[in-house]
């Protein structure tokens, strides 16, 4: 009930955030139309086909439950499921201890869901990740999946070394707070690093802890939480 509770609220009120994004990509203007750094073998993946069950905001479950393919939007990165972002309308000091929280990894796998559908689905594998799951451009009737999401506002370039329309997609996104561009939100990759409880249980105060002391931004700095005097229990 809390959890849907926070769907709504945070839902009705970013409609017009109040802060503009101050991101981490500064230096991208320089890299953009760069060509990219070599890459040492080519690698020859399979391409995927079919429907598709929606894990999270850029991962794909083609196949049955138990017996079939995990794929990864290639070119971009989301929040992850347990991770929270935090609305900056934060307004009534005295009675709300910190921001609304925002459930940014579950509203960017909503959007994923609802651009696929039940419409099948084409992956072109292009790497495999670290983690050795595929990387792949995916699209859902012509429609470029990690282009949509990053449309909308619910992911970022994971890479500077990407075509022109990628990076107009996300420079309109932040520049109309679009998403998590108009929340605080922690660098996924430092939240992964962090983040002590990973599951979906985790609590809100948690993430606004860890923005608070916080090394990288990808949204407004969050003057509130870095000056509290004090780390809030969770």
């Not at 060509?35 to 086909?49: E, S, W, Y």
């Not at 307004?91 to 709300?96: A, E, I, M, Y």
């Not at 429609?143 to 990628?166: F, I």
């Amino acid at each position: 009930m809390r959890s849907r509770l926070f769907l709504f609220i945070a839902a009705s009120s970013l409609a017009q955030p109040a802060f503009a994004a101050d991101p981490i990509y500064q230096n991208w203007h320089a890299l953009r139309g760069q060509a990219a750094p070599p890459v040492a073998a080519a690698v020859r993946l399979p391409t995927f086909k079919g429907p598709v069950t929606v894990l999270d905001g850029r991962t794909l479950w083609f196949g049955t439950l138990g017996n079939g393919y995990k794929v990864r939007l290639a070119g971009i990165d989301t929040c992850e499921l347990p991770q929270w972002a935090l609305n900056p309308k934060w307004t009534n000091r005295d009675k709300q201890p910190a921001p609304t929280p925002v459930p940014c990894g579950p509203f960017a796998k909503a959007w994923l869901k609802r651009t696929v559908g039940n419409r099948p689905t084409t992956c072109v594998g292009l790497a495999y990740a670290n983690d050795g799951i595929p990387v792949a451009q995916c699209t859902t009737d012509g429609v470029d999946l990690a282009a949509e999401m990053l449309r909308v506002g619910w992911a970022r370039l994971d890479s500077p070394y990407l075509n022109s329309q990628y990076y107009a997609y996300q420079t309109n996104a932040m520049a109309a707070r679009y998403g998590m561009w108009g929340t605080y939100v922690l660098d996924m990759n430092e939240w992964r690093r962090k983040a002590v409880d990973k599951t979906l249980d985790r609590h809100p105060i948690a993430d606004f802890n860890l923005l608070a002391e916080r090394k990288s931004e990808i949204s407004p700095p969050f003057a509130d939480a870095r000056n509290k005097p004090k780390r809030t229990d969770r």
